[in-house]
T-cell receptor, first 113, second 116 residues
C-alpha cells in the first residue's frame, strides 16, 4: 500500500533557526515526489518535484533532497513569512493515473520573530 | 507558471440545495483534473479523477451521485455537490496536470463550502 508520512506534525522555529522536515514514503515505483506549501485557507503552492535518489533542488531558503525511502525539506535561516503547512506527496509509477498524488498530513511550520 | 482558478472561493448554501464549483486551467490544457477535499488540519483526500470527455473515476467511499463531476473541455471541470448537507461543509480543491509537462501538478486556490 502506498503511504506518505510526514514528521514532525508541527514545528516552531525562531527566526534564523535552520531545521528540516521529513517525508517518509513507501510507494510502488516512484514517479515523482512533490513538495507543496499551503497557507491557511488557500490551495497548495508548488515548490519542488524530485524524481530520483540523490536529487536535490533549491529555492531561496528551501532545499529538498531525496533518498530511496525519504525526502527532506531543509529550511535555512527561516523568516516569519515561511510559516505555512508544508505538504509532501508522491506519484506512484505502476498502474497509476498520470497526476494522481498521495499526500502526507503535512508539517505545520511556525517561525516567530 | 501555470494557473488553476477555482470559483467560487467560498459559498454558503442551504441544506438540500445543490452547489457547483468550477475549476479552470487558465493558460494550459488539462486532460486530467483532480478533486480533493480537505478538513481542518487534515491533508488532502482525493475524491475523484476527472477526465476530459469521459466519466470521472471516483475514489472508494465517495458517492458519485452526490458529487457530480463534469469535464466538458480541456480547460474546465466542475464539481456539483447535490442535496448538500452540513457534513458536506469542507474545503474543496482541484488540481490539473498540464498535458505534456511531465509530472508538474498545479492546484487551484480552493473553494470553501458551508452548508447551513
Amino acid at each position: 500500500e502506498d503511504q506518505v508520512t510526514q514528521s514532525p506534525e508541527a514545528l516552531r522555529l525562531q527566526e534564523g533557526e535552520s531545521s528540516s522536515l521529513n517525508c517518509s514514503y513507501t510507494v510502488s515505483g516512484l514517479r515523482g515526489l512533490f513538495w507543496y506549501r499551503q497557507d491557511p485557507g488557500k490551495g497548495p503552492e508548488f515548490l519542488f518535484t524530485l524524481y530520483s535518489a540523490g536529487e536535490e533542488k533549491e529555492k531561496e531558503r528551501l532545499k529538498a533532497t531525496l533518498t530511496k525511502k525519504e525526502s527532506f525539506l531543509h529550511i535555512t535561516a527561516p523568516k516569519p513569512e515561511d510559516s505555512a503547512t508544508y505538504l509532501c506527496a508522491v506519484r506512484p509509477g505502476r498502474g497509476s493515473t498520470l497526476g494522481r498524488l498521495y499526500f502526507g498530513r503535512g508539517t505545520q511550520l511556525t517561525v516567530w520573530p | 507558471g501555470a494557473v488553476v482558478s477555482q470559483h467560487p472561493s467560498w459559498v454558503i448554501c442551504k441544506s438540500g440545495t445543490s452547489v457547483k464549483i468550477e475549476c479552470r486551467s487558465l493558460d494550459f490544457q488539462a486532460t486530467t483534473m483532480f478533486w480533493y477535499r480537505q478538513f481542518p488540519k487534515q491533508s488532502l483526500m482525493l475524491m475523484a479523477t476527472s477526465n476530459e470527455g469521459s466519466k470521472a473515476t471516483y475514489e472508494q467511499g465517495v458517492e458519485k451521485d452526490k458529487f457530480l463531476i463534469n469535464h466538458a473541455s480541456l480547460t474546465l471541470s466542475t464539481l456539483t455537490v447535490t442535496s448538500a448537507h452540513p457534513e458536506d461543509s469542507s474545503f474543496y480543491i482541484c488540481s490539473a496536470r498540464e498535458a505534456g509537462s511531465g509530472n508538474t501538478i498545479y492546484f487551484g486556490e480552493g473553494s470553501w463550502l458551508t452548508v447551513v
